[in-house]
Each structure stands twice: as structure tokens, then as C-alpha cells.
């Protein structure tokens, strides 16, 4: 399970480098820092960057007139001012969220929870059943693993099989008409990390487009996400080479509607005794996730996509042709622990030459 939904940057962030399998290329048009508004040589293009749910989270408009500049940005404040609230209900880092507030009444009675979160535990329900438990929100009773620098940490084999027993997605009771949801297990936990991310951008995206805004990229640790166009011409996604995060092995091009969202082990880890432990971990065994490298995901629609990056990387390398047989609208690239790739056709004629100044 994926365990990236956090709130403070004090917990590690933004510390280090992050290599994310995708990445937009915006060719001259700079990213801004964190918490800024970057100022553009051309003022159609404007840009911001906020550190939420753990990672970076940049935001990019384009308008066909100069003019409406001033409105690009206020659309951006609004959207990013929505993700901050999604995200102050779905982070399991907060005790006052509501998805700390399920776990803390676990075994003792449901709990009131807002429509946005509702959507997102019944994805996460429809994602467990539809990945045979490869995916499983209740992972959260796993708390030993630490990621962030300074903080490495791993349970004992015993506080994993303590875990272990409370991991059963079967125990998430919703009940719709009383908009509640039950854990119903004393001592279960959620952790809505691998699932909850694209729909808080999403949901940025959506803040845009109802503000009027026709053309944007909102890019979350890379997880990307595009509406309509760069200035005429298609938004570009860089893949990167996964044995070589510092090289890309392709570009991905989309217009209109896309998502681009990656999963990998390259990110957040450290190694002890010689094995690489890092934060994406197997509901079944309470371990990291192996033999597999990294995952890559085109679709149109989040809802295609959204969970089944972590879910991959549980299920290993071999599933990934019988999974885009059952999943023919999203392409997908699979990257093998020992250096080997599998793309679906689709994924490989998808694939650009990346530019050799890239990377």
C-alpha cells in the first residue's frame, strides 16, 4: 500500500531529491518553489507550487489572452485552497481528520463522513475487491515503517504479524443513506495514501475548470494530470527510466483530457541488511512490495487509473499483460526489479523520443 498521503513537511517532504516516474516538460517555463506564484515572460502562462499531501504539487495555466493573467491566478489560489481541505479530511497524519477519526472509533461505532471522503473509501472498496486484496486500505495498522530521512524504521516481524490481523478491507463498513463509515475492529486503521491522491488533484483540476480556465497540468509528485492544451500545442509528460530515475526513456504527449500516474520503490526507502525496504507495502505480508520496479499508467480518466499503480506493484511483473487485457483503456508501463520492461503496445507507440537536454 502506498503510504504517500501526508501532511507535515516536518516529517521529511520535500528534504531530499524525489525522482517521480512521470514528470511534466515544460520546456523554458520554469516550475515555481513551493509556496509561489512564478511570475512568466509570457503572462498567457502562469505557474504555482505548493508542498501538500507530502510532495510537491505544481499547477500550470495557460489563457489565449494576456489579459486574463490576474484570473489564472486567483483560479490557482482556489484550487490549491481545495486540495489543502480534501486533504485536511483524508491524511491519516492528522488526528483530527476523518479518516483518523474512523480509526479512532474502530470497534465502537461508525463515523459521520463528508461525501468526498465517502467517494474515496468506496473506490478504495471497489479497488480491493477488483485487485483480489493486492490493494487494502486498512494497511494504516502497520504503523512501524518510517521512510523520511533521519527516521528509517522497521517493525519487528512480530509487530507485522500483530498488524497483520487487522488489515481486512472486509471490515470497512459504509453505510451511504447514514453517510457513515465502521471499522470494525478494535485497533484497525486507515491509510487512504495509495488512493486518495488523484481525486484531491482532480478535484484542484475541476476548481480550475469551473473558474473558467480551458487549458492546465497539475502535477502531484507525478501524478499527472492535463485539460486541454499548452498554448496550441500538446502537454508534455516525461517517463523516466526507471533503473536510471535520472534519465528519461520516453515523453508522452496529451491534449484535452489525461492522466499520467506513476508508482515506484526509487522514491522513499532505505536499505537494511542489504535489501532495499521501501514505502509501497504488500497488505499481505506487511512487507515492501517486490520485483517490481516501477508502474506507469496512461488513461483519459482518473477513476481508470486511480489505486491500480500500487496494486501492480503488489501483484509483481507477471500480471501486468493479463491486467491491461481486462483494463484495455489505460496503457501501462511495468518495469521489472531486475531491469527488464514490459508496455503495453498502446504504451510503446505512445512513447516520444525524450529530448536529450531532458531529464
Not at 9 to 25: D, I, Q, T, V, W
Not at 62 to 69: L, N, P
Not at 82 to 89: D, N
Not at 245 to 271: H, I, N, T, W
Amino acid at each position: 500500500m502506498n503510504t504517500d498521503l501526508r501532511m507535515p513537511m516536518g516529517e521529511g517532504g520535500l528534504s531530499r531529491r524525489r525522482f517521480a516516474l512521470a514528470l511534466p516538460l515544460l520546456g523554458a517555463c520554469a516550475l515555481a518553489a513551493p509556496g509561489d506564484v512564478l511570475a512568466s515572460a509570457d503572462p498567457r502562462v502562469q505557474r504555482a507550487s505548493r508542498v501538500l499531501m507530502g510532495t510537491r504539487v505544481d499547477l500550470v495555466t495557460a489563457a489565449t489572452d494576456a489579459r486574463d493573467a490576474r484570473a489564472l491566478q486567483v483560479a490557482m489560489q482556489a484550487a490549491f485552497t481545495e486540495m489543502a481541505r480534501l486533504e485536511a479530511l483524508m491524511s491519516r497524519y492528522r488526528s483530527d481528520s476523518e479518516v483518523s477519526r474512523i480509526g479512532a472509533a474502530s470497534g465502537l461505532r461508525p463515523v459521520p463522513v463528508s461525501p468526498e471522503v465517502m467517494a474515496v473509501l468506496r473506490q478504495a472498496q471497489r479497488l480491493h475487491r477488483g485487485s483480489a486484496g493486492a490493494f487494502d486500505p486498512t494497511i494504516g495498522t502497520l504503523r512501524g515503517w518510517h521512510f523520511e530521512p533521519g527516521q528509517e524504521a522497521a517493525p519487528s516481524p512480530a509487530e507485522i504479524t500483530q498488524g497483520l490481523r487487522l488489515v481486512d478491507a472486509r471490515a470497512l463498513v459504509l453505510d451511504d443513506a447514514a453517510g457513515t463509515a465502521y471499522l470494525t475492529q478494535r485497533g484497525m486503521a486507515l491509510d487512504l495514501g495509495g488512493v486518495a491522491k488523484l481525486p484531491i488533484l482532480q478535484a484542484g483540476l475541476q476548481v480550475l475548470e469551473r473558474a473558467g480556465v480551458a487549458h492546465a497540468l497539475v502535477n502531484g509528485g507525478g501524478d499527472v494530470l492535463v485539460l486541454g492544451s499548452l498554448q496550441g500545442r500538446p502537454w508534455r509528460v516525461g517517463v523516466r527510466d526507471p533503473a536510471a530515475p535520472a534519465q528519461l526513456m520516453g515523453v508522452l504527449e496529451l491534449e484535452g483530457r489525461g492522466v499520467v500516474a506513476s508508482s515506484g520503490d526509487y522514491e522513499r526507502g532505505f536499505v537494511r541488511a542489504g535489501r532495499r525496504l521501501h514505502h509501497i507495502l504488500n497488505p499481505r505480508t506487511g512487507w515492501p512490495t517486490e520485483g517490481v520496479h516501477g508502474v506507469a499508467l496512461l488513461a483519459r480518466n482518473v477513476d481508470a487509473v486511480n489505486g491500480w499503480g500500487t496494486a501492480l506493484m503488489v501483484r509483481g511483473p507477471a500480471q501486468a499483460p493479463a491486467w491491461h487485457a481486462q483494463h484495455p483503456e489505460v496503457e501501462v508501463m511495468v518495469a521489472h526489479a531486475d531491469g527488464k520492461r514490459w508496455c503495453s503496445p498502446g504504451m510503446t507507440a505512445s512513447l516520444k523520443p525524450a529530448p536529450k537536454n531532458q531529464g
